[in-house]
């Protein structure tokens, strides 16, 4: 009787070995399953390249070496952000141009590049006109007609697909718009009486910010200087 529990004790283990065995046979390896880069300017700052890779697993990946160009042919290693969940680094001059990324990995069975255009745009836009139907000009304090439609004007700018105006009040937003040209109106009786703080902001975009729809995300931008705004 005690030969046959031996025994079978012995059958056990070697069941429960051959099923662990087996186990890790059949798991597949993981691999990178996604790749996005994204790369941020601010006119009058610097350009942030940001790396993320995806295993099949579904978490970060932080083994891989990842290296970018930019148009002046420096080349940067992202180092690894814990933070930011990717692969991050920035380059000091503000540039147009072609801008290539190279990984390396061992789950890459040759390197993964990204050749991707970064446009910046060509100074700050300049705002010319803020007036009412009557003529009155904000930028010479002069106060506007909640009335009346307002018109903005700014100077374009080489390198801009869009231009947004922001229109806050006490730090709340109380409009917005967007134009590819270099003026929008707001229509009559949309801005209540009171102070207003606005905000000419000049764009350059390609891709989806959430990184959703395209791989690659590329965005730069410039601000105008603020300048306030009182309609009655």
Known sequence: ????????KVAIIVG???????????????????TKVSIISQYGSNVQ????LEGSDG??????????????????ILGFNETMGCYF??????LS????VKIW?????????????????????????????SGDNALTGQTLNANEAITLRWSTLDNVTAYSVQVNQNA?????????????????????????????????????????????YSASQSQSSSFALTVQ
Request: hydrophobic share 40%.
């Open 1 to 8: 009787m005690r030969r046959i529990t031996s025994n079978l």
């Open 16 to 34: 429960v070995a051959l099923g662990v065995l087996a186990s890790c046979e059949i798991a597949s390896p993981t691999s990178i399953a996604d």
């Open 49 to 52: 390249v940001s790396v993320y």
């Open 59 to 76: 978490n970060y990946l932080t083994g891989a070496r990842v290296s970018v160009t930019n148009p002046a042919n420096e080349v940067q």
């Open 89 to 94: 680094g920035t380059f000091t001059d503000l």
């Open 97 to 100: 141009g072609t801008y290539a």
């Open 105 to 133: 990995s061992a789950l890459l069975a040759s390197p993964e590049n990204f050749s991707i255009d970064h446009e910046v745009p060509d100074g700050a836009p300049t705002v010319s006109q803020c007036s009412d139907a």
């Open 172 to 216: 709340i937003q109380a409009y917005a718009s967007s134009a590819d040209g270099g003026t929008i109106t707001i229509p009559a009786n949309i801005l209540a009486t009171g102070s207003y703080t606005i905000k000419l902001t000049a764009q350059w975009l390609a891709g989806d910010p959430y990184l959703l729809n395209t791989d690659t």
